[in-house]
């Protein structure tokens, strides 16, 4: 007896000449689901990218969905599984991909971000995945969704505090800071080991890295 039909998006339910799902799958599907069949979608996309299947979700026809190659599973609002790449591979890789100028997607639980864009990344996009503008998070929008991920806090981002730029000895860092508020929720470390609060009178009592210390100097400026 079957329980579930497992169908792939693109070049499967949706055609690459019509970028539309066939009315005959649409009610072969339907069908099935009227039998109790529970009907799911097995993709490479990601679910911020799912953008071609509203003749079937508009009728309720999936129950859930595995997406990026089953990176992230999910029915409904409950996530049933997820793995996520360590986020010093994620540093690591886009470092690199700066310094060598390569293009590089990355793909969180609701949104995707792309890296040194190119034509080729513009034509998969536009072309094969019929996703017209390519996602853009401004610094700010960048920033919250790293402490709500790191620290489960919200914050308010204030203004642009400065530009770290230091050479190590494998690599070059560019990283602006900004002042920031906590607005909502208490601070949980999820990947930092240690975290405390300091006084203008306790800020140099912290092993700062050679790349931090141009900041922690305008800190001291602007600290009561």
């Known amino acids: 007896m079957i329980k579930a039909l497992f169908f792939d998006i693109d070049g499967t339910l949706v055609s690459f000449n019509t970028h539309a799902i066939p009315p005959t799958t649409i009610e072969a599907i339907a069908a099935a689901k009227a039998k109790g069949i529970r009907i799911f979608i097995a993709t490479g996309r990601p679910a911020v990218i799912i953008n071609n299947l509203s003749a079937l979700q508009d009728r309720g026809?999936?129950?859930?969905?595995?997406?990026?190659?089953?990176g992230y599973c999910f029915v409904g609002e409950e996530v049933i599984y997820k793995s996520a790449i360590p986020a010093a591979d994620v540093q690591t890789l886009a470092r690199i991909s700066s310094e060598q100028n390569f293009p590089c997607i990355f793909v969180g639980e609701h949104d995707i971000c792309v890296c040194q864009p190119d034509d080729m990344v513009k034509k998969i996009f536009n072309d094969y995945l019929k996703v017209d503008v390519l996602p853009v998070k401004t610094p700010e929008e960048a920033i919250r969704r790293?402490?709500?991920?790191?620290?489960?806090?919200?914050?308010?981002?204030?203004?642009?505090?400065?530009?770290?730029?230091?050479?190590?000895?494998?690599?070059?860092?560019?990283?602006?800071?900004?002042?920031?508020?906590?607005?909502?929720?208490t601070i949980i470390l999820k990947e930092a080991e240690a975290a405390k609060w300091l006084t203008k009178g306790s800020l140099d009592t912290v092993g700062w890295l050679p790349a931090d210390q141009t900041i922690i100097e305008k800190i001291h400026e602007i600290m009561e």
Do not use: C, Q, W
């Not at 026809?61 to 089953?70: H, R, S």
């Not at 991920?149 to 560019?174: A, K, M, Q, R, W």
């Open 146 to 185: 790293e402490i709500r991920e790191e620290l489960e806090v919200e914050i308010e981002v204030g203004p642009l505090l400065g530009t770290i730029e230091y050479d190590y000895p494998n690599f070059h860092l560019s990283m602006d800071t900004f002042l920031a508020k906590v607005r909502k929720g």
């Open 61 to 70: 026809l999936i129950d859930g969905y595995i997406t990026m190659n089953g």
